[in-house]
């Protein structure tokens, strides 16, 4: 290691004062709050808080609907990353067959991602409204029994869908890049040892797309976890009966909503080590075998 | 065990770049062809397209009596090495080898004998479950070798394969090729840009440029009888002298009378280790008067650089450490059978 040394003394922390500040104001400062309010409780009025320890880690382990809310999130980040990485993939390799206009052709794909979060939800909620959707509509003439307002894993279906959509053109970006990065000869003598097909992609391609696979799979798995609020939010609001309500948005209901500050601040503390933890998991030992080079 | 033949085959790309313009050989069974010539002639296009990996615009290519032009890379009983090996990173070198022959639904038992039999011949046994960025190099070339020669193909194509090492491995692993092709009887086809490789490895050279065949022959054949001023200056290092012929006096150099040099002539080729320093006015069909640019010591010989009166350059060689000094006039001499003649076409004339 080469030791840079700064002729001024006090550049070097100007230079590295924004991403600092940044750092501390947006994440060390809310979190270091989240923490002490995680052992408080405040009284009805919101006049005063007490002291209570671990008592609202204790009270949410053993609330069934914080357990259930676990479940919803793991069910929903799975289905989710599934459907996004999946879909994305199929996209990329038939986009890798496209020869003329390709570049348009990835341009259009991307679109989505420039959508919102929240007005991709209202965009799956119109189109799969009961009462005036297009989707509903013809789903219900083809006899499925279709109300997401009423069934929750009808609910869970499109809040997934509506999800996934969103992250597929970020998936497909990389994973067309992934495809590109396949040195052709690879190919070539895949082609001449007598693998086609199906038997190529699952033989030669997919393993060594597996360093963007695993990289999507922490970027799908931290996007589902976290950045799917704002279609909850707009979509199903969290319902029917809880049945949309993951960990992210009951640490909104119940802090925003029902005002309940202690317990929203330590289901966000539980959050944050659930993040850290997934992240060191999946760079431990997931990264060590997708590697190859 | 296979013959290949080319019937006039061509390439075109998008409908009117001509990158082979009909390519006619044939391949006798056993035999080790190198195409050989500048990049951009087409060289390992014309490779490519007896693999299977581009198609052929028109023309024929016949594999052991069998047309292949429609058939897939794997359906034409061929193997290929690549320059950069293409080996996949995430196998082992057993999985590498045997990934083929799996594809092919051979027995279990059949895969691991061929696999010990190939990776015996190749002296990489002991790297076997280990991937190929754990290798060296050579030893990737070799595992290279070793998945082309364990499917005993009816016919192996090389593609630069020796171009990414060193020049100490490199002649290493060409006497290696050698041997292996030879023992095992395979009709080979191998692109190089390197004469030395082509020279060495081949029964028989193709020169391709832009495209067509220059000349095919026996390697000796080519140095000794180059067809044209292109092949003349491509086999041999260093290359050939080519002087431009100037009608009159004072050119500083000539030809003899004896020598039967038509007028259609227009330029004389001389290997450089084919001239010697003359002795004042010794009979010779060619000599000249050169003031020396420079010289190259080499070890156990030297190349001296001239220029003669007219502008013409040459290059000669002289055994062991010269002492010639620069600016120094010397006289040259060549005998008529070292004196090759080329007409305005470049094309040999006698």
Redo the contacts between chains.
């Keep these: 290691m080469q030791n840079v040394v700064f002729p001024n003394k006090i550049l070097p922390y100007l230079l590295v004062a924004p991403q600092i500040v940044l750092t501390l104001v947006f994440f060390f400062w809310p979190a270091s709050q989240a923490l002490y309010q995680s052992a408080m409780r405040e009284d009805p009025f919101g006049l005063r808080s007490t002291f209570v320890g671990f008592a609202n880690f204790s009270a949410i382990f053993s609330d069934p609907n914080y357990l259930h809310s676990l479940q919803v999130t793991v069910v929903f980040s799975i289905l989710t990353a599934a459907l996004a990485m999946g879909t994305a993939l199929l996209l990329a390799t038939a986009a890798d067959l496209v020869v003329r206009g390709r570049s348009f052709y990835r341009t259009f794909m991307i679109i989505p991602y420039a959508v919102a979060p929240a007005v991709a939800g209202m965009l799956w909620l119109f189109m799969f409204n009961p009462a005036m959707g297009t989707f509903a509509y013809l789903l219900r003439r083809n006899g499925v029994m279709w109300d997401p307002l009423l069934d929750g894993n009808q609910a869970m279906i499109l809040v997934v869908g509506a999800a996934a959509w969103k992250q597929i053109s970020y998936n497909f970006l990389f994973f067309v890049a992934g495809l590109q990065a396949i040195p052709k000869s690879l190919l070539e003598a895949a082609a001449i040892d007598g693998a086609r097909g199906s038997r190529r992609f699952w033989t030669i391609v997919f393993p060594l797309l597996a360093p963007t696979t695993f990289f999507l799979l922490v970027v799908n798995t931290v996007y589902a976890f976290f950045d799917t609020f704002g279609i909850i939010h707009a979509v199903t609001g969290g319902g029917p009966a809880r049945a949309t309500e993951t960990l992210v948005y009951k640490v909104y209901n119940d802090g925003f909503v029902n005002l309940n500050l202690g317990s929203s601040a330590a289901q966000s503390v539980v959050l944050m080590v659930i993040v850290i933890a997934l992240t060191a998991f999946q760079f431990r030992f997931v990264e060590k075998k997708v590697h190859y080079g | 065990m296979a013959e290949i033949e080319l019937k006039d085959v061509r390439k075109v790309y998008g409908g009117n770049i001509d990158a082979i313009k009909g390519v006619s050989l044939q391949i006798a069974d056993g035999e080790m062809i190198v195409l050989v010539g500048p990049s951009g002639c087409g060289k390992s296009t014309l490779l490519r397209m007896i693999?299977?990996?581009e198609s052929i615009s028109s023309g024929e290519i016949v594999l052991g009596g069998r047309v292949i032009n429609g058939l897939?890379?794997?359906e034409r009983d061929?193997?290929?090495v690549?320059?950069?090996y293409?080996?996949?990173?995430?196998m082992t070198v057993r999985q590498n080898l045997s990934?083929?022959l799996k594809?092919?639904n051979t027995p279990k038992d059949e895969i691991d004998r061929r696999v010990a039999e190939a990776s015996k011949a190749l002296e990489i046994e002991q790297f076997l479950d280990r991937?190929p960025?754990q290798l060296s190099g050579g030893q990737r070339q070799r595992v290279a070798m070793g998945?082309a020669i364990v499917r005993k193909p009816a016919a192996f194509l090389f593609d630069e394969p020796l171009s990414n090492l060193d020049a100490k491995l490199r002649v290493q692993m060409r006497v290696e090729i050698r041997r292996l092709q030879r023992s095992l009887a395979t009709t080979s086809v191998y692109v190089t840009h390197d004469q030395m490789e082509a020279m060495t490895l081949a029964d028989r050279l193709v020169v391709l440029n832009a495209g067509r065949i220059e000349q095919v022959g026996t390697p000796i054949e080519l140095y000794e009888r180059p067809a044209s001023t292109f092949v003349a200056t491509f086999i041999g290092s260093p290359s050939m002298n080519l002087l431009k012929r100037q009608l009159g006096e004072g050119s500083g150099w000539r030809l003899s009378d004896t020598a039967g040099v038509a007028n259609a002539i227009e330029t004389v080729g001389i290997r450089p280790e084919d001239i010697v320093i003359a002795e004042a006015d010794a009979p010779a069909d060619f000599l000249g008067q050169v003031q020396v640019d420079a010289v190259e010591l080499v070890g156990a010989e030297s190349y001296v650089h001239g220029s003669f009166a007219d502008g013409n350059t040459i290059v000669f060689r002289v055994p062991g450490r010269s002492q010639i000094g620069i600016g120094e006039m010397i006289r040259i001499a060549a005998g008529r059978t070292s004196i090759h003649m080329f007409d305005a076409g470049g094309k040999r004339s006698a």
């Design positions: 693999a299977g990996l897939e890379p794997a061929i193997a290929m690549f320059q950069n293409a080996l996949y990173p995430h990934y083929g594809n092919r991937r960025r998945r």
